[in-house]
Structure formats: structure tokens, C-alpha cells
């Protein structure tokens, strides 16, 4: 992200927010910049998973959209007024445009969070091949006044469900180091710890370095998968 582009967002913040949350909103940017080249890989190999999918509160309820015309007006403003809506809007419209699926939880009726997840491919670069059985999760959300009830551990749960019964392989997902509460929430899904991978970019080309558990990834991006399609795509985690 450049300079005047932060900037930007953080003048935006600042009109929505206020001065404090400002200052605390640009504490967490700079430690974002800090470790912004170290990601957490998760894997969850959905042949591993039970066949019954936890039973879903009645107040409950998921709805799956794979275009921008599918998404309300309302729930659209929801999705974007928390942060830079311009770009906010920009990767919506993107992430549809490249097969993305939203995944919307409600509650009540009244959206709650949601998640997005890509399959056989991505959306930037990433940090081995996708084969066609593979997905990417990224960007997951629960809006503040309905967290602390479980609702993002019903929604992953629905979603890996979903996936299996549709012959998905494996689900990836990625968390900045410095991102505790989405590392705190994956120790309680079936997700395992792929390992740590540091990421930089020199002249346009960009390096990878695993930290951990090298061999588990070389495994999984080794010459034995035939499935594999050219890699498009990397997560956006808030």
C-alpha cells in the first residue's frame, strides 16, 4: 500500500471515527507494516471431516451469492461503511468477477458476518499452485455487536460442510502474524497450522521464504498433483 493511499484511509477513518480510534486505528497499522510479510497458513483437508455438520441455531442463517447482482443495496452499505468504501466496493465487485462466493450469515434476519471463498484458483498471487479440489478462505467478518456468539464458528462450519458435499479437496486460509484474534479463532476449527511463510517483493518478483514446515508445503505443491491451474491470488485479511 503507498503512502498516500494510507493516508487517504486514514483520514476516512478519522471522519467516520473520531480522533481516538483514529490513533488506535493507526497503532494497528503500524504494526500490520511491521509483520505484513509474515503469514500464517492454515489447511483443512475436508475428506477428514465429520459427515455431520453442527446443528445451526434457528436464529441462523446462511445465504451463498456468486454475483454482485445477488447482493442487497443495504447489506452492500454494511459490507463497506466500516472502512474504505471505494475500495471496499473495488474488491467486491473483483472478487465476483473471478468466481468468489460471498457467504452471508444472518441473524434474525439482520446480517451478522460473512466470508468469501474462491475455488481451483485465487485472486493474487499465493504461496504454492491451486489444483481444482482446492479453496481459498479469506476475508471473514462478524459485525461488532453480534460477536461472542459463536456466529463466524457456524458460518466456517456451514462452509466447509457446503464445500465437502460439493467434492472440494482442501480449504486454505491465511492470517497475518500479528492478526491474534483470527489465529485464536482457527485453533478452534478444524483447521491445521500449514506453517509461517514470509513474503517480499524485489524488482516486480516476489520471494517466498517457509519459516516452518517446509516439507508440509513442498508436499502439497509437489509435481504428484495433477490438478494443478495457474495461481491467480492471494488473501486480504483485516
Known amino acids: 500500500m503507498t ?21 488506535r486505528r493507526s497503532g494497528l497499522a503500524l504494526r500490520r507494516s511491521l509483520f505484513s510479510g509474515r503469514m500464517v497458513v492454515f489447511y483443512c483437508d475436508l475428506a477428514k471431516q465429520g459427515a455431520a455438520p453442527p446443528k445451526m441455531p434457528s ?27 471505494k475500495q471496499a466496493h473495488r474488491n467486491i465487485v473483483e472478487r465476483f468477477e473471478h468466481g468468489s462466493s460471498l457467504w452471508l450469515i444472518r441473524s434474525t434476519g439482520q446480517l451478522a458476518g460473512f466470508s468469501w471463498t474462491i475455488q481451483g ?8 499452485p491451486f489444483g481444482e479440489g482446492d479453496v481459498q478462505l479469506f476475508d471473514f467478518y462478524v459485525f461488532p455487536k453480534f460477536r461472542g456468539r459463536a456466529i463466524l ?23 497475518a502474524e500479528w492478526n491474534q484474534a483470527s489465529l485464536s479463532f482457527y485453533k478452534m476449527t478444524p483447521f491445521k497450522r500449514l506453517g509461517l511463510v514470509r513474503s517480499f517483493t524485489v524488482l516486480g518478483h516476489t520471494f517466498l521464504s517457509w519459516v516452518e514446515n517446509k516439507k508440509v508445503a513442498d508436499a502439497l505443491s509437489s509435481a504428484e498433483r495433477t490438478d494443478r491451474v495457474p495461481t491467480m491470488a492471494r488473501s486480504h485479511e483485516r
Request: hydrophobic share 45%; glycine share 4%.
Open 3 to 23: 503512502i498516500p493511499t494510507s493516508i487517504s484511509r486514514l483520514a476516512d477513518y478519522y471522519k467516520r471515527h473520531g480522533f481516538v480510534a483514529m490513533i
Open 59 to 85: 436464529s441462523l442463517t446462511v445465504e451463498r451469492l456468486r454475483s454482485y447482482r445477488e447482493l442487497r443495496s443495504q447489506e452492500l452499505e454494511e459490507m463497506t461503511s466500516f472502512w474504505n468504501p
Open 121 to 128: 484458483r485465487t485472486i493474487a498471487p499465493y504461496y504454492f
Open 153 to 175: 464458528w457456524f458460518l466456517i462450519a456451514h462452509i466447509l460442510n457446503t464445500l465437502k458435499a460439493e467434492g472440494a479437496v482442501r480449504v486454505f486460509g491465511d492470517v
